[in-house]
């Protein structure tokens, strides 16, 4: 299992040395699901589970208000997954004699597979749009983590209802100001889709500054929001962003939790959570966040956290991985 959960290591997990918050639960109570014989009614927790057993890398799902009672256990294989309206979308990979081949994997409500695409490096963040018509999956072409100098990064957007890919974000023009910009050193990364179908929101990178980022899928174009914003992911009623904010120098590698109000772009930091998180974050629902933190025994647990700093955080899941809601 070591080359494995070094796969997981090399797509975003990041080390905790660091005082932990203080929660109720013992690995020991949480570190066995029970598996249900049918798939839980919505709303679900769809997670990719991390467990030293049978399960390791297998698609889950809970029911989203006690994912502790339990969860099924399907056939896919992934390495982050995510879903949106009708068709969920897995980063996974392959290997030959040759070399590891990394894919995007669509599959339906069933979990049955649908297309295919290849990727071209290290699977690190996946999204699907709420109706279900688009997705974005992220990459690491070279290096292993944000915190490293000189990773690269590829995002690529697809039509799901076409089953086509829609080009990478460094093709779409990007303007400041105004003011079409370029640079040879952007990466983008981290995407999230509000509820209109079109528009999104991401991470460009560009002279060692993150900035946030507003897409129009149709019109191909971002639009430079404001600096500092790493991998937004929009609350569902598309009011606030929750994203990683980086604290201290650059080569630290290390982010706090903040929440983003979209129409007076003030922010608070959530620090409540005092580890670091390396996660783009998921909505539980409109007052909390769920993300992951490694914990020294497993790949990594799932912690809840709520969105307006009231209380520390709360482990979710244990031995549990890439959390998306499906509502």
Not at 95 to 110: E, M, V
Not at 114 to 129: C, Q
Not at 212 to 220: F, M, P, S
Request: a negative charge; aromatic letters at 8%; hydrophobic letters at 40%.
């Amino acid at each position: 299992m070591t080359g494995t959960l070094r796969t997981l290591l090399l797509v975003g997990l990041a080390a905790t040395a660091c005082d932990r918050a203080s929660t109720n639960q013992t690995t020991s109570d949480v570190s066995k699901r029970a598996h249900l014989a049918s798939v839980p009614a919505k709303p679900q927790l769809m997670f990719v589970s991390v467990a030293n057993d049978d399960t390791f890398h297998k698609v889950e799902v809970a029911a989203l208000q006690k994912p502790g009672d339990g969860s099924f256990v399907t056939d896919l294989s992934c390495l982050r997954v995510y879903f949106g309206g009708d068709t969920g979308i897995c980063l996974t990979s392959t290997t030959d004699a040759s070399a590891t081949k990394w894919w995007a994997q669509l599959f339906d409500a069933q979990f049955h597979p649908l297309e295919r695409f290849p990727l071209s490096g290290e699977p690190s963040r996946v999204r699907v749009s709420p109706d279900g018509r688009l997705a974005a999956a992220t990459v690491f072409e070279s290096g292993h983590s944000y915190a490293e100098h000189g990773f690269s990064t590829r995002t690529t957007l697809y039509d799901l209802t076409g089953r086509t890919s829609l080009g990478d974000l460094e093709q779409f023009v990007s303007k400041r100001d105004g003011e079409v910009i370029h640079a040879v050193d952007f990466n983008f990364w981290g995407v999230t889709f509000a509820r209109d179908g079109n528009t999104f929101y991401a991470t460009l990178d560009t002279a060692g500054v993150s900035y946030l980022v507003r897409g129009d899928v149709r019109a191909r174009t971002l639009e430079v929001l404001r600096p500092n914003v790493e991998c937004p992911s929009l609350s569902p009623d598309n009011t606030r962003i929750a994203f990683k904010k980086r604290v201290g120098a650059r080569s630290l590698g290390w982010w706090q939790i903040a929440v983003l109000k979209l129409d007076t772009m003030s922010e608070i930091i959530l620090n409540s959570e005092t580890r670091s998180v390396d996660d783009q974050v998921e909505w539980l629902d409109d007052a909390r966040v769920v993300y992951h933190l490694t914990n020294g025994t497993t790949a990594a647990d799932l912690w809840a956290l709520r969105a307006d700093n009231g209380a520390p955080p709360e482990r979710l899941l244990a031995s549990a991985y890439s959390p998306a809601v499906i509502r």
